[in-house]
């Protein structure tokens, strides 16, 4: 008589992988492929996190920048723009805001 089989355990899906398929829920025009690939990518990155522990940091940082590209190359992900400290204070100081001349106090 063959062994009792045991019941098939299902893979818990870890956070990263849950928000991967809400977003991809959202673009039904990305292909079964691209899906698998990233999807694959996200239970890696699901797996370096262990109950909200990080247990290798090298590992789960790579997981992460590789997770990070391919949310990019299939257009999940805005490409990073380089910032600059200088341009954006300036561009700050130059919006339309209250002003000390826009205020006039009373005496």
Not at 1 to 10: A, L
Not at 28 to 43: D, N, Y
């Amino acid at each position: 008589m063959p062994p009792p089989k045991r019941p098939k355990q299902r893979r818990r899906r870890g956070r990263v992988e849950i928000g991967l398929d809400r977003d991809l829920a959202e673009h039904p025009e990305i292909g079964p492929g691209a899906r698998a690939h990233m999807r694959a990518q996200a239970q890696a990155l699901d797996d370096c996190d262990l109950g909200g522990l990080i247990a290798d940091a090298r590992a789960a940082s790579e997981a992460s920048r590789v997770y990070l590209e391919l949310r990019r190359a299939y257009g999940l992900a805005a490409a990073a723009q380089p910032s600059d400290p200088f341009a954006e204070l300036m561009a700050d100081l130059a919006r339309p805001g209250a002003g000390a001349s826009d205020t006039t106090v009373a005496g």
